[in-house]
């Protein structure tokens, strides 16, 4: 088990010390990135799915990943772990309850608890187990989430490098 095990702090201090010195404009363009990147999944989704709720938890982690991505719940390994763990256990109390409050509340615990005993907490991984519980419609849309949720794990890299140069900047 990692170090960080539910611990608030970011990985490094990188980012929190820039981040004091940002002017808005520089603030601007960090959020650049991952509001481009739930844009374009957004486009894609529309494109292959009418499935749209199933994805906004990742627009919460896409700003996660803006507000600190040196944080520990938002590394690329805890992203991607969370992420299609929640989907798998929401579709699955999805498919033995039914749509419905009890597979709701059946897999947001049992979200909960897989994150933090397999250390991986990512707090939007929660909505996406509810998003997938309560789904209605007999489309899978897992293949579909999985490559979303790759896309927002690319923005990990992307915040983290765009921070870097930043720095170099400062």
Not at 71 to 100: D, K, P, V, Y
Request: proline share 3%.
């Amino acid at each position: 088990m990692s170090q960080n095990r539910f611990n608030s702090k970011p990985i490094t201090s990188i980012g929190r010390s820039l981040r004091q010195h940002l002017s808005l404009k520089e603030e601007l363009l960090l959020a650049i990135a991952p509001t481009l990147t739930i844009a374009i999944v957004m486009a894609f989704v529309e494109t292959v799915s009418q499935q749209r709720l199933l994805f906004a938890s990742l627009a919460a982690s896409a700003f996660l990943i803006y507000l600190d991505p040196h944080h520990s719940s938002n590394t690329a390994r805890t992203l991607i772990l969370s992420q299609l763990m929640a989907a798998a256990i929401g579709w699955f109390a999805n498919f033995t309850c039914g749509a419905g409050y009890v597979a709701g509340i059946a897999a947001m615990v049992a979200t909960i608890v897989f994150t933090i005993a397999l250390d991986v907490v990512h707090p939007p991984a929660v909505s996406t187990s509810l998003s997938f519980a309560l789904q209605t419609s007999s489309q899978n849309n897992f293949i579909l989430f999985s490559l979303a949720v790759g896309a927002i794990a690319l923005l990990v890299g992307l915040e983290r490098l765009a921070l870097r140069i930043l720095t170099r900047f400062h």
